[in-house]
T-cell receptor, first 110, second 115 residues
Framework: AQRVTQPEKLLSVFKGAPVELKCNYS??????LFWYVQYSRQRLQLLLR??SRESIKGFTADLNKGETSFHLKKPFAQEEDSAMYYC????????????FGKGTRLSVIA | GAVVSQHPSRVICKSGTSVKIECRSL??????MFWYRQFPKQSLMLMAT?????????EQGVEKDKFLINHASLTLSTLTVTSAHPEDSSFYIC???????????FGPGTRLLVL
């Protein structure tokens, strides 16, 4: 079964502190992993995808197939990072739907 | 580029009426559109996958006769909630992709409240 698990509903960190949002997945085959972010009163938008191996807004995520994890990390949190973060997976090849985790709300405290 | 719009953004209707929600890709042709539903404080759940010119593929547990999806063009998909009931009240979100491994772009969502 396809499943994405985000164990933390809420994560609060101080500004400047490191951030790690956890994501584990189960999938039979080779999935593509994503992180989406939803800022207050805005639509869901792509933050990063594992195949592009980009760093966006200082966030990185490494796919660990052994641990079936795709944790999102940032070395120094900023107040503007406060948002809802969703980990998601899909099959490779495009045109396949996303399976979302339940999301983690990140709150960065000044 | 890659903007997806939804209309209306918010709708309130009486129980038993039908509601149509539009999803448009404004600056690209979307071979595939997806419809998700999000209940309060829960994650997005896929309802159906819609390919232009063909019948939508519904997820298990989603009634195709209740949630009618039409993807008549490469820029427009519609979701009609027929004979809406209060339990259909939710946040409906669409996404669109050009296909071929391209990312999905999400609409802003439509909040439906059935009284």
């Amino acid at each position: 079964a396809q499943r994405v698990t985000q164990p933390e509903k809420l994560l609060s960190v101080f500004k400047g502190a490191p951030v790690e949002l956890k994501c584990n997945y189960s999938y039979s085959g080779s999935p593509e992993l994503f992180w989406y972010v939803q800022y207050s009163r805005q639509r869901l938008q792509l933050l990063l995808r594992h195949i592009s191996r980009e760093s966006i807004k200082g966030f990185t995520a490494d796919l660990n197939k052994g641990e079936t994890s795709f944790h999102l990390k940032k070395p120094f949190a900023q107040e503007e990072d406060s948002a809802m973060y969703y980990c998601a997976l899909s099959g490779l090849g495009g045109n396949t739907p996303l399976v979302f985790g339940k999301g983690t709300r990140l709150s960065v405290i000044a | 580029g890659a903007v997806v719009s939804q209309h209306p953004s918010r709708v309130i209707c009486k129980s038993g009426t039908s509601v149509k929600i539009e999803c448009r890709s404004l600056d690209f042709q979307a071979t595939t559109m997806f419809w998700y539903r999000q209940f309060p404080k829960q994650s997005l759940m896929l309802m159906a996958t819609s390919n232009e010119g063909s019948k939508a593929t519904y997820e298990q547990g989603v009634e195709k006769d209740k949630f009618l999806i039409n993807h008549a063009s490469l820029t427009l998909s519609t979701l009609t909630v027929t004979s809406a009931h209060p339990e259909d009240s939710s946040f409906y979100i669409c996404s669109a992709t050009r296909g071929g491994g391209e990312t999905q772009y999400f609409g802003p969502g439509t909040r439906l409240l059935v009284l």
